[in-house]
């Protein structure tokens, strides 16, 4: 019972460069999300979709795009990393009682 | 944007002691969800709760949401070195796409 699974589990960029953050839930749940959580400021939401075929922004998109493959896969891919996206990435998805997480992304942009 | 402001931001205290941590808000959520985030590990759920007044009960931890459904707070008796985590809650504040709103989180380190 994987639950959510993210990978990579930590990657450095150089500045510029792009790449993709892969999630994956095996739970049928409708709904999936990416947060970015940096010191001091929490969790916060840069895209969910809230169904296959369907993807929203969330509180700070600019910089990323997302890709809902299937009922199963939510990508987030960075186009051209900048320091400010220096971040641990979570994908989530959900039942309506709550989410289940994923072990994180340690993402480091240099 | 709907916040919530989660109190104290960082709690020390030795193995045994109580301790209670406050998520506030000014706005209603029509559910409020504790979460607990270990170092290097996404957040787990521990409790949802969802009418006024609820009071939940997960072995040592007590939940309530207030009465009006902008606060809840979580009470933890008889800590243990086990407890120590960054405790989370977030708020759904309705509407026809699920998504919740986190507090920035209670850093607990109980002490042996």
């Known amino acids: 019972n994987a639950g959510v699974t993210q990978t990579p589990k930590f990657q450095v960029l150089k500045t510029g460069q792009s790449m993709t953050l892969q999630c994956a839930q095996d739970?049928?749940?409708?709904?999936m999300y990416w947060y970015r959580q940096d010191p001091g400021m929490g969790l916060r939401l840069i895209y969910y979709?809230?169904?296959?075929?369907?993807?929203d922004k969330g509180e700070v998109p600019n910089g990323y795009n997302v890709s809902r493959l299937n009922k199963r896969e939510f990508s987030l891919r960075l186009e051209s990393a900048a320091p400010s996206q220096t971040s641990v990435y979570f994908c989530?998805?959900?039942?309506?009682?709550?989410?289940?997480f994923g072990s994180g992304t340690r993402l480091t942009v240099v | 944007t709907q916040l919530l402001e989660q109190s104290p931001q960082f709690l020390s205290i030795q193995e045994g002691e109580n301790l209670t941590v406050y998520c506030n808000s000014s706005?209603?959520?029509?559910?409020l969800q504790w979460y607990r985030q270990e170092p290097g590990e996404g957040p787990v759920l521990l409790v949802t709760?969802?009418?006024?007044?609820e009071v939940k009960k997960l072995k040592r931890l007590t939940f309530q949401f207030g009465d009006a459904r902008k606060d809840s707070s979580l009470h933890i008796t008889a800590a243990q070195p086990g407890d120590t985590g960054l405790y989370l809650c977030a708020g759904d504040s309705g509407g026809s796409n699920y998504k919740l709103t986190f507090g920035k989180g209670t850093l607990l380190t109980v002490n042996p």
């Open positions: 739970m049928n749940h409708n709904s």
């Open positions: 989530a998805s959900s039942r309506v009682s709550g989410y289940t």
């Open positions: 709760v969802v009418t006024g007044g």
């Open positions: 706005s209603v959520f029509s559910s």
């Open positions: 979709s809230a169904s296959e075929g369907t993807t």
